[in-house]
């Protein structure tokens, strides 16, 4: 037994030293900004149903014909902005007629909330609650207004957050851009979590250090060039 522990020793140590300097590194941080979905909140399970009617109704037109439904062909939509997946899949398609596709989707996906579908990550709470004492908190997602004020209020968390951003007040631009825009409300030094490309990229444009969640919704690669990583959401709480 002595044995195995003193075997296992050098590894327990080197996540001990590893967390405990990059916490040095963050001791300046005073704003943190978190991604959504596939951050803080386990997106797919009010969206892979709602989803399903949308692809179902684009195949009934015609469109979305070699696109299998599955979990994980679906996830890669997550997290972009909500035209994305209709213009890949029915490009061809008038937009009143993508609109109206996009529309029924979210609205099943706001329902799906009302009726407790979805569920934030495991932790999501109590690392929030721990994190607003010290730290000032954001959201920005790429997402519409009501539905993340709809999803705040039903999971209960929005009193820990100093201000969200949904993409849609912003007509959709690019979240470095966003960033850029409203940093001046934002005490530095400033963080980014997120789990998508353009996440660690708006981190990167803006010059901010990024933390990527390996357990959301983009692959491996796309976290790539960031500072951090993570594997749960209560990971934060040893880093910072």
Known sequence: MLQQLLLKWPTYLVR???????????KNVKSIIFDFDGTLHDTIKIYYPAFSEGVKILKEHGYAKDFELSEDNVKRFLGEK????????????DEDFKIKVMTHVGQK???NIRNKVGKL????EEVLEKLSKTYDLYILSNCRESYLDQALDIYGIKKYFKKYYAAETFDFIPKDEIIRQERKNLKEEIIFVGDRH??????HKNNLRSI??????????EGKDANYKINSIREMLEIL
């Open 16 to 26: 001990f030293v590893d967390k405990q300097s990059i916490r040095e590194e963050l």
């Open 82 to 93: 909500p035209n994305f997946a209709y213009d890949l899949l029915a490009k061809e398609a």
């Open 109 to 111: 996906m706001d329902e």
């Open 121 to 124: 990550y495991d932790g999501t």
């Open 198 to 203: 353009h996440d660690m990229d708006a981190a």
């Open 212 to 221: 990527f969640c390996t357990y959301g919704f983009g692959p491996e690669d």
